[in-house]
């Protein structure tokens, strides 16, 4: 985000039970073995929520000193699969926005789009500095705790960087806290919120994001501005099958003209 007058905002698996890891057998296995084998079904996640339809809530605010908003930008959109079968978003609420001193760049609708949802997969794993924490209650869930940093920043490109907190059974994140970080451009005054991302179990399969929040003081060039953030993911419905499934045996035509004839 940077100070300025608001111009627009872009439109923008099921695993097999792993086993469980615990503190006392994490520091027998290696550091390497435990986050491929969450890489791994992060990986099958990802697969699988590109198969599903949801709908995308996003709200910033701007606020005063007083912790009142003053401006405010919405759109709800559905993520949906066109007749061709293509991934598409449709807006279906975007009403006028009021924001006056900050503005959304296509760095924030990266973030919006992959660095708050955040996956951590395996081909992610080579670009991130991955250190591990500790055990920590999340409400009921054991997770461990991993603090992730990009090794290097290539210019065009968003990476997370803050912590994950990954359930010791289903070796899924469950939710994550920091904040999307780049190259800067040269000149810029870009400024970043932190946010902390929720997910839930959907159809006791998938850990899928379901709300993320920030609510942050982005420290401009000229001046201060608070900004507050939800971005709610809701309505999940599968939409495809991950495998083509075939009803009886394979029957080849030949063999079907054959039949007919006797």
Not at 205 to 232: E, I, N
Request: with cysteine; proline share 5%.
């Amino acid at each position: 985000m940077r100070m300025a007058i608001w111009a627009a905002l872009c439109a923008g698996a099921w695993a097999q039970q792993a086993p469980v890891v615990t503190p006392a057998n994490l520091a027998s296995a290696p550091m390497e073995e435990i986050i491929g084998k969450f890489a791994a079904k992060e990986t099958e996640f990802s697969r699988a929520r590109e198969n599903y339809t949801y709908r995308q809530t996003v709200r910033v605010q701007e606020m005063d000193d007083d912790g009142v908003g003053r401006g405010k930008f919405e759109m709800v959109s559905d993520i949906i699969f066109s007749a061709a079968g293509k991934r598409v978003e449709r807006v279906m609420h975007a009403p006028v926005s009021t924001l006056k001193r900050i503005m959304l760049t296509p760095e924030d609708e990266q973030d919006l789009r992959n660095v708050q949802p955040f996956v951590l997969t395996t081909v992610d794993i080579p670009k991130y500095k991955i250190s591990y924490l500790g055990p920590q209650k999340v409400d009921e869930l054991d997770t461990h705790v991993f603090a992730v940093k990009p090794k290097t920043l290539e210019p065009g490109q968003r990476y997370f960087e803050g912590q994950v907190w990954v359930d010791q059974q289903d070796l899924q994140i469950v939710k994550s806290y920091g904040k999307g970080v780049g190259v800067r451009k040269k000149g810029s005054d870009n400024q970043f919120p932190r946010f902390e991302t929720y997910r839930d179990q959907i159809d006791g399969k998938f850990w899928f994001p379901v709300y993320t929040k920030a609510d942050d003081v982005l420290h401009f060039q000229h001046g201060d501005q608070r900004v507050r953030m939800t971005v709610k993911y809701e309505n999940y419905k599968q939409f495809r099958s991950l495998t083509d499934i075939q009803y009886g045996e394979v029957v080849d035509d030949k063999a079907k003209k054959d039949e007919k004839k006797k």
